[in-house]
Every structure is written in C-alpha cells, then in structure tokens.
C-alpha cells in the first residue's frame, strides 16, 4: 500500500492496479517509444515526463542527448493524458495513479524486461517511477527533480515509500528546488538504496541563476555524468 501525500492520503494496492491492467486495452496497445542512443547499449533508461511538459520538452530533449554520451540508450514514451493532448492540443491535467503505474508496468514489458533498464523520470514521472521500481524488478531508479513535498507545503510529504526502497535509485535534485530544499530533505527517512546528486543552484528544471556562473546546461550535463556513473554500478 502506498500514500500519495496529497492531501488527504490515498493508498493504492500495486498488485491490485496491476491485476487490474490485464486484459485492459493498456495491455495490447503499442506504445509509441522515442528512442536515443545506441541500441546495443547494455543499459536502457527509461524516462517519464513531469505533469505539464511532454516527452520531448526541451529539458527531456536535452537530457537525453546528454545520456547517450554517457553510453546509455534512453527511452521516453508519453502517460495516456500527454498522448491525447499531443493528438487534440488540449491540455488536461494528469492522469491520477491508478491509471499511471500499471501504466507504467506496460512501459517496462513492451521495452523488454526490466533486468537491463533503469526506471525514472522528470518530477511526477520519476516519483510514479519510484512507486513501482521495486515491483517491477528493474536494475536501477532515477528521480530527476523528486516532489518530496508540493511547493510551500513542507509538510505534505510525499516520502513513505522511499524509506523501504529496495531498488538501487539515485535522486537529481536542484539545490534551490521549491519541492524540496537540501536541509529539508537532510531531515527525511530515505532508504540506504537511494544516493543523492545535488544540482549545484538548480530549481525544478535545475535552471540556476546568473550570478551562480553556472548555466541549466552545464547542471543537465552534470546530472547525466552522475547518471552515467550511477549505470556502471548497476551492470
């Protein structure tokens, strides 16, 4: 059982979403892969979008790119939500839970098997990702900007499953990050799976400031090293 921390908490039964995702059209429908990088790679990482951008926002673009210099090959695909918008341009809000992790687990079985791909994602997708890492059986989770709590809110937390975190994970996450700032999540119970990568002034999107000296590429290209030396530990 896992609580969302939004609000009022709500637990959702994975092996029940996932039982219930069988025999649904979410079983026997393609979905439609954006693939970079070599596709021999030993590793593939996996990546979801936030809530409100889509696959090939210009942060996941980038990302991407930057990954595969790292000898990943990366796969982005869109939740239902974001491929219907893509098709009638009109922006909804996201699916809820029990629409996105069995999704997710059909994500993982159409691309193969999980024992060579990394789960992860941008933000929502990447904490979906972690809710699910476990059950699915994937060699290794990445979190790039985790909502540990939504902004302003510290104290809706969004953590509990992250304590019994079995699957080897690592979290980017900005510095300057309104989701959670590095004092706050000093003070959070997380599994000894999960290693941080703090993304030196980075907000959400690991965007720094000017008077940093730093640039949002030079933070994304950071973030994929770490990624990159993160893989190599999982092989």
């Known amino acids: 059982m896992i609580a969302l921390g939004q609000g009022v908490p709500v637990a959702y039964d994975l092996k029940l979403l996932f039982d219930l995702s069988k025999g649904s059209s979410m079983s026997t429908d393609p979905i439609s892969f954006l693939f970079d990088g070599d596709a021999n790679a030993k590793l593939t990482i996996v990546l979801a979008h936030g809530a409100g951008a889509?696959?090939?926002?210009?942060?996941?673009n980038e990302m991407a790119v930057a990954l595969t210099k790292g000898g990943l090959r990366v796969a982005r695909f869109e939740f239902p939500y974001m491929a219907k918008r893509r098709l009638d341009g009109k922006k909804r809000g996201p699916d809820r839970a029990p629409v996105l992790?069995?999704?997710l687990g059909e994500v993982v079985s159409q691309l193969g098997g999980p024992e060579m791909l990394i789960l992860g994602g941008k933000s929502?997708?990447?904490r979906m990702a972690s809710m699910v890492a476990d059950d699915l059986?994937?060699?290794?989770?990445?979190?790039l900007g985790y909502p540990f709590h939504p902004p302003g809110k510290p104290d809706n937390l969004r953590t509990e499953h992250l304590a019994k975190l079995v699957t080897p994970t690592l979290i980017c996450h900005g510095t300057r990050d309104p989701f959670g700032s590095p004092d706050e999540v000093a003070g959070y119970e997380l599994s000894d799976a999960i290693r941080l990568h703090w993304v030196e002034d980075g907000e959400h999107d690991f965007k720094p400031r000017k008077s940093s000296g730093r640039t949002q590429s030079q933070n994304i290209s950071d973030a994929a090293s770490a990624i990159s030396d993160f893989a190599i530990t999982l092989i």
């Open 137 to 143: 059986g994937v060699a290794g989770l990445v979190c």
């Open 101 to 103: 992790i069995p999704f």
């Open 124 to 126: 929502m997708g990447g």
């Open 54 to 60: 889509p696959m090939d926002s210009p942060f996941m």
